[in-house]
């Protein structure tokens, strides 16, 4: 009785250490990507991910997907589309990874997998370098981009949003991200309006693909500032 009893223990323990030690892919995503074709679908969404003539892809995340892509010695597949679209295809297992800004309150979280965090966004309001700060949002006018989000969290602290489509040359103070004010030298004030945790989404339970992109993008998330930054002085020149 001993000996049966030791024997399911030890084939409990042995199935337990297998499923929590070593992370499995039932589609083999990592596998299939490693040395062969990454298939990643792309949301047209500056600065993370841009689309250019001929459908070339650009931004924050692209250099991302390419780095990775060197590093698992895999050709990409780039394809432009709808978010939706992206997911149903993560779904079905046709596409391998999708980019484009995606954030940690995606309605598809419950669908796909998503990384964790790699880089926190925080929309700030900032006023420019000449230019006292402020005390208050009450009743205050702030530029923000033309089509921006911002704005409606601007008119739920009492400000008035003024949407322009450069609101760093306005004189103004200005809701944005805040390594965005920083590059244009803006200072900082204690307005804090929303912050928004970025992801990349692969397809549902494929956990050895998912720690490889978690290990990747811990290594490579230092540099995401400094990304940005390049990317919006491309912009702006």
């Known amino acids: 009785m001993k000996i049966v009893l ?7 323990s042995t ?6 030690t070593f992370p499995q892919d039932p589609h083999r995503t990592l596998d299939t990507v490693r040395g062969g074709t990454l298939r ?35 050709e990409v597949n ?35 997998g ?6 926190e966004n925080e929309i700030s309001v900032g006023v420019p370098p000449e230019r006292e700060t402020i005390s208050t949002l009450d009743g205050q006018e702030v530029a923000v981009e033309i089509g921006a989000a911002t704005a409606a969290y601007l008119e739920k602290e009492g400000a008035i949003p003024v949407r322009v489509l450069h609101p760093e040359e ?6 944005a991200a805040a390594w965005q004010l920083e590059s244009w030298g803006f200072q900082l004030t204690e307005f804090k309006l929303h912050e928004e945790h970025h992801v990349l989404a692969l397809p549902p339970g494929e956990n050895a693909w998912l720690t490889y992109l978690e290990d990747f993008l811990t290594v490579q998330q230092f540099q995401i500032r400094e990304q940005l930054i390049a990317e919006d002085s491309g912009e702006s020149s």
């Not at 199935?15 to 929590?20: A, G, K, N, T, V």
Request: aromatic share 10%; glycine share 8%; hydrophobic share 45%.
């Open 78 to 112: 780039w394809v432009w589309g709808l978010e939706q679209d992206h997911m149903t295809a993560l779904e079905n297992f046709e596409l391998d990874l999708v980019i484009g800004g995606l954030t940690q309150s995606t309605p598809w979280q419950a669908h796909v």
């Open 40 to 74: 990643v679908g792309l949301v047209d969404n500056a600065p993370w991910a841009k689309q250019g003539r001929e459908d070339q892809a650009s931004g924050v995340e692209v250099d991302l997907v390419n780095q990775m892509a060197d590093d698992l010695d895999a």
């Open 114 to 119: 998503l990384t964790k965090s790699y880089f």
């Open 15 to 20: 199935r337990f250490l297998s499923s929590c």
């Open 170 to 175: 306005t004189g103004l103070p200005v809701a």
């Open 6 to 12: 030791l024997v399911f223990v030890l084939g409990l």
